[in-house]
C-alpha cells in the first residue's frame, strides 16, 4: 500500500469539489438574517437563535460554520460570535452589500437549472432555465413577484460595483461633445444617474421595460438629485426601425445587456440601435471581457452561468467587434478601469 500525502494541487482541487457546501452555507445564514443580527455586537449563539426563531444548537454549528468560511468570528472562550469586515458585505444595509447576490445565485431557481449543464453540453442547447421552469428568465421574473424582488435588488447590487469600474473606465474621455446619452436597458438608472452626476452638462434618458420605470419609488433619478435631467421611457431594444423606441441622442450606453442574447439577437439590438441614431453618435458596450487563451478570468466562469441562465454569453474583443461591424458600427476602442480586479472594460463604436 502506497501512502499518499496530499500536495496543494489535492486540497485545492477538494476545495472546489464542495465549493458548493460554502456558497449554501452562506446562503442560509443570509436567509435566516444571521449577519443583520449580529451586526453591532458579539452575540452567543443562544441569543442568535433566540432571536431568529432557530434551534440553538444547531444554529451553534451553523454560526461555526460560517466563522471557519471568514464571515464571522467565534470567540475562543465561545462565549459568542462577531461579524468580520467580509461579513458586514451580507448586511442589507452595506452600500456594497451582496446579500441579495447570494439570495438569487444560490436561491431554489438559479440552483436548479445547473443540474441541466451536462445535457446542454452533450446537445448543444443552452438555456437550462427554459427546460426547468418552460420560459425564459425575464419573463419567469414578470410572473413571479417573489423572484422579481430577489432578482431586482441582485441587480442594483451589481450595478453598485459594475458602474463603478465603467466610471473609472471612462474616466479620461472627453464627454464635451455628448450632450444627451442613452442607456439602453438601464433598470433604475444607476449608471446614468452616476454619469449625470460627474458629467452636469449631460442629460440622459433611461430606456426600460414598462414594468420596471412603474416602480416610481425604486428609480434612482431623485436619489441623485438628477431628475430634472434623467427620464425614463418604456421601451424595447427589439423593436424595429418602423415602430422604434429609441430616442435619436447623441450617445447610447449599454450595460451588461448583450451578454444576455445570441448573436443573432444581438445584431437585432444593435441594429435597431443604429438605425434611430444621428449620424454622430457613440456606442458604449459594457461587459465583462474574455481574455486570451490561458489567462484565469471571471468571464470565463460567468460564461457558463449564461450559458444556464439565457441564450447568451460572455465574448471576446474580436467576438464583439464582429457584432458591431455586423449591425454597422465601427469599433472605436476599448476602455480599461484602472484597478487590476475591474471586471468590465467598455467597448466604444461609433456610425463614423
Not at 461555526?64 to 444595509?93: C, H, V, W, Y
Not at 442613452?182 to 444607476?190: A, E, K, R, V, Y
Not at 416602480?215 to 422604434?244: H, Q, T, W
Request: charged content about 20%.
Amino acid at each position: 500500500m502506497v501512502n499518499f500525502m496530499p500536495d496543494n494541487n489535492y486540497e485545492k482541487t477538494v476545495d472546489i469539489i464542495f465549493g458548493r457546501w460554502k456558497s449554501q452555507i452562506l446562503y442560509t445564514g443570509v436567509k435566516l438574517g444571521i449577519f443583520d443580527c449580529i451586526a453591532l455586537h458579539v452575540k452567543s449563539a443562544y441569543d442568535v437563535a433566540n432571536a431568529l426563531g432557530l434551534d440553538n444548537k444547531l444554529a451553534y454549528r451553523l454560526l461555526r460554520a460560517l466563522s471557519t468560511m471568514g464571515f464571522l468570528k467565534e470567540e475562543n472562550d465561545r462565549r459568542g460570535f462577531s461579524i468580520t469586515s467580509q461579513g458586514e458585505l451580507l448586511r442589507k444595509d452595506h452600500p456594497q452589500t451582496l446579500r441579495d447576490v447570494i439570495l438569487l445565485e444560490e436561491g431554489p431557481e438559479h440552483y436548479a437549472i445547473w443540474k441541466y449543464l451536462p445535457t446542454m453540453i452533450k446537445d448543444g442547447k443552452q438555456n437550462s432555465f427554459v427546460r426547468e421552469f418552460g420560459c425564459k428568465i425575464f419573463e419567469y421574473r414578470d410572473r413571479n413577484p417573489d423572484y422579481a424582488e430577489v432578482f431586482n435588488k441582485a441587480m442594483s447590487s451589481y450595478s453598485s460595483a459594475q458602474t463603478g469600474w465603467v466610471l473609472e473606465a471612462l474616466d479620461n474621455y472627453d464627454f464635451s461633445n455628448i450632450h444627451h446619452m442613452c442607456d439602453i436597458g438601464g433598470g433604475t438608472g444607476h449608471l446614468l444617474g452616476n454619469l449625470l452626476v460627474k458629467y452636469p452638462h449631460m442629460k440622459g434618458t433611461v430606456l426600460e421595460l414598462e414594468s420596471v420605470i412603474n416602480k416610481k419609488e425604486l428609480l434612482l433619478a431623485p436619489m441623485l438629485n438628477v431628475s430634472e435631467r434623467c427620464f425614463y421611457i418604456a421601451g424595447d431594444m427589439f423593436c424595429s426601425n418602423n415602430n422604434s423606441q429609441l430616442p435619436s441622442v447623441d450617445a447610447y450606453i449599454m450595460k451588461m445587456i448583450l451578454h444576455d442574447w445570441n448573436d443573432e439577437e444581438c445584431v437585432v439590438i444593435l441594429s435597431n440601435i443604429y438605425d434611430s441614431s444621428p449620424s454622430h453618435a457613440r456606442l458604449f458596450i459594457a461587459e465583462h471581457l474574455v481574455p486570451n487563451p490561458n489567462i484565469p478570468h471571471f468571464s470565463k466562469l460567468f460564461d457558463i452561468h449564461m450559458m444556464c441562465v439565457a441564450s447568451g454569453k460572455e465574448r471576446t474583443l474580436d467576438e464583439y467587434s464582429s457584432l458591431l461591424e455586423q449591425s454597422g458600427w465601427k469599433y472605436i476602442q476599448t476602455h480599461h478601469p484602472k484597478q487590476q480586479n475591474g471586471l468590465i472594460q467598455v467597448i466604444e463604436g461609433s456610425k463614423l
